[in-house]
């Protein structure tokens, strides 16, 4: 029976620029969101689950942009308002700090990459630091700059000390997008356990493409599996949007 | 060896691909949405025994690709369309004192500030208003991040071919999408570099590059000069993809970078309709590719340009049809996304009006 994938009411994921961490973040809190409906069915009280967008470093494919979507599958997203999310400018609102704080709360933080980005959930450190929180390091060994276990523990110290908070695990996440084979997970999981071992931490949490949800248990018997379905898809991939909020249908220009 | 496949967004593939071509020297100044570039530049050049500056403005920057470009090495800038605009008389120079560089333009809604989403407003600045006086620059012009890749290398070839600056103009989308890549295996073409600034040596002459010429006679006759490679680069360096073409569609979009790949995706639903459509994708936007769309413009009843812009590069379109088949445009500006739907919907509308 593979474990179930469990974290503290605050995650906050964290990692090299591009390794996956605002697709997680939807994906990890849909599937909290998932535990909590079967929990109510149980009986137990009701808990928002909250993303908060704290990516101040990349322009476009941000979580904020599919705030609508996951409010509508029971998640709230949080990021700067109206025109402002369109920006590329370090806004942290006192509704995102106020999320981490609200004690029911079940909270994914979606940090920008690199050092540059934790630097966002450093400013937030004095919250977070006093609640119960995982910190989640995410790699994906099919990016650039992934070479050696070593380089990659050294970048992911830098990342983690920006952030000002303490590393509670790593989370594999390598993958090629839909051209994702097993070989490419099981690859990736062989640099997650190194860079684990290295930082002492444990791997908590196997992710991968949702075309390889079945056969991924049997690479990692032993470590919870999320499958992750893209939701930041380009629109002719057939996915959504690019600015958000983003007015519907309108003429366009013709001539 | 087989090259291993790696997962990037297109402005670091772009960074990436440049490098591996041989361009050890980067100088540029930031802006959204291509930050990436030189992020990448200045984190990867220092291992190849590059140079990395940021300059204190694109003006600055473009002047240090001047230096670079006379001194006979692979040099290139990158920004976007606000950006590139402050670099468009050191660009002018560089054509007039035939310097090769490679200058990437990762398009943003404009005029003016505009915002940071991706656009396709820059068209006319790339192809026609980029510099002063009489020139022109060979404008790449990628639709998917693998295609940014391939093209990097041909850029700064072509630049060394002609001594004279190449563009690779990408919109916003693709330079922030991720894709997995391919890196080619590095050119082997030579190029011969005796006209660099790179030091008189005793009984060599002296290599003197320059764009100013007072003597009338004299910069008429280096224009002409400049004219025939610009002749012969329209000739060879026309590049286009036609899609779905074979059987004579009556309806022809024309669409570049990633709106020739939302065409594609409407193109596709049209057809499982049973709506006979193609596309005309220009590669270079400069040199259009005039011959490959005049071969298409007898059997066409329709062609519709769609761009990320109020129309621009339909003018081109227009330029060829010359008035024997409508030209029809439908845009989308200030970093609005033409959808698959929208696309569709066009595209019924006006065959429908057609009689098709």
């Known amino acids: 029976m593979t474990p179930a994938f469990e974290t503290c009411r605050v995650t906050a994921l964290i990692g090299p620029f591009g390794s996956g961490k605002s697709e997680l973040a939807l994906g990890l809190a849909l599937h909290r969101a998932g535990q909590l409906a079967v929990a109510r069915a149980e009986g137990a009280p009701v808990a928002p689950v909250v993303v908060v967008d704290l990516d101040v470093l990349k322009p476009y494919f941000r979580s904020r942009e599919v705030g609508d979507r996951m409010s509508a599958e029971g998640v709230a997203l949080l990021a700067p308002r109206a025109a402002l999310a369109n920006t590329d400018l370090p806004i942290i609102s006192a509704e995102m700090r106020g999320a981490v704080e609200q004690p029911d709360a079940q909270v994914v933080l979606d940090v920008g990459g690199d050092p540059v980005g934790a630097r966002a959930l450093g400013s937030m450190a004095d919250v977070v630091g006093v609640t119960e929180y995982d910190l989640l390091l995410v790699l994906n060994r099919h990016r650039p700059f992934m070479d050696t276990a070593d380089h990659v523990v050294e970048h992911a110290r830098q990342i983690v000390a920006a952030s000002c908070l303490r590393l509670t695990g790593v989370i594999s996440n390598t993958h090629m997008l839909d051209e994702t084979s097993a070989a490419d997970v099981a690859w990736g999981l062989e640099l997650a356990r190194q860079v684990a071992a290295a930082l002492d931490v444990p791997v908590r949490l196997l992710a991968v493409p949702a075309h390889l949800a079945s056969e991924a248990h049997a690479l990692a018997p032993d470590l919870p599996v999320v499958a992750i379905r893209r939701r930041m898809l380009p629109e002719f991939l057939g996915g959504v949007v690019l600015a958000a909020p983003r007015p519907l249908a309108r003429k366009g220009n013709q001539s | 060896m087989a090259q291993r496949r790696m997962l990037m967004k297109g402005t670091e593939a772009i960074a990436e691909a440049a490098i591996r071509a041989g361009c050890h020297h980067f100088f540029g100044y930031p802006i959204t949405p291509q930050n990436e570039i030189p992020e990448y530049m200045s984190r990867r050049l220092p291992q190849v025994g590059g140079v990395y500056l940021q300059a204190e403005s694109e003006v600055a920057a473009i002047n240090m690709l001047c230096g670079a470009g006379a001194a006979g090495v692979r040099v290139m800038t990158s920004s976007s369309s606000p950006g590139v605009a402050l670099m468009s008389e050191g660009a002018s120079y560089m054509v007039g004192g035939e310097l090769p560089a490679v200058i990437v333009n990762i398009m943003r809604g404009g005029p003016g500030l505009g915002d940071i989403q991706p656009s396709q407003g820059d068209y006319d600045q790339m192809t026609r208003g980029f510099g002063h006086g009489d020139k022109h620059f ?39 999408m991720m894709e997995p890549v391919t890196f080619p295996e590095p050119s082997e073409r030579t190029f011969d570099r005796s006209w660099a600034a790179t030091g008189k040596k005793p009984g060599q002459r002296r290599n003197i590059l320059r764009s100013l010429f007072l003597d009338p006679e004299v910069l008429e006759k280096h224009v002409e000069k400049l004219f ?26 024309s669409a570049y970078g990633t709106t020739a790949r939302i065409a594609k995706s409407a193109i596709r639903e049209l057809r499982a309709e049973g709506h006979r459509v193609g596309l005309f994708r220009p590669i270079s936007a400069w040199p259009f590719p005039v011959d490959g769309l005049a071969t298409y413009v007898e059997q066409t009843r329709l062609f519709l340009g769609i761009e990320m812009s109020m129309g621009q590069m339909v003018e081109d379109v227009r330029r060829v049809v010359a008035g024997r088949r409508p030209v029809q445009f439908w845009g989308r500006t200030g970093g609005m996304v033409p959808t698959v739907e929208e696309i569709v919907a066009q595209v019924k509308e006006r065959s429908a009006a057609l009689g098709q």
């Open chain 2, 138 to 176: 060979i404008v790449l012009a990628p639709s998917t991040v693998q295609e940014a890749v391939d093209m990097m290398a041909l850029a700064f070839d072509l630049a060394d071919e002609y001594r004279n600056p190449c563009v690779v103009l990408g919109d916003g989308l693709i330079g922030q």
């Open chain 2, 228 to 253: 025939e490679k610009f002749k012969v680069m329209e000739l060879k360096e026309q590049r286009y993809e036609a899609w779905m073409m074979d059987d004579a569609p009556p309806v022809v979009i």
